[in-house]
């Protein structure tokens, strides 16, 4: 049995750098758009959040809306983060529990299955 999350995750990593250099290179109101998403990110950011921003630049690119599809939680505690996931159909997540330590969890959730 493959894990659909640890495979993304996986090939997502492996994509990276390739996307970032795509974002970075982008112009016009484009451009503008990714280069906002991406000046959010830290100047050290953990592998979560370079995921997060990376996934964000993604639906942007594709012209998906991200209301739908990305859930995030800021100094959210687990408990009320997992009761709204739980009723979700299918969703990419992001949790920030403490903001000044950096803790960030972030998953995909289908059928309310993280």
Known sequence: MVHLESKFMSKLDEYTPGLLKLFHSKGGTM?????????????????????????????VYLGERTDQLLK?????????????????????????????????DIGIVVEGIR
Request: aromatic share 4%.
């Open 31 to 59: 451009g503008l758009k990714l280069k906002a998403l991406l000046l959010q990110t830290p100047s050290n950011p953990n592998i979560n959040i370079t995921r997060d921003v990376v996934i964000r630049c993604l639906m």
């Open 72 to 104: 995030e939680y800021d100094d959210a505690d687990e408990d009320s983060a997992s009761q709204d996931l739980a009723v979700q159909g299918m969703a990419i997540y992001s949790i920030k529990t403490n903001a000044s330590e950096g803790s960030h």
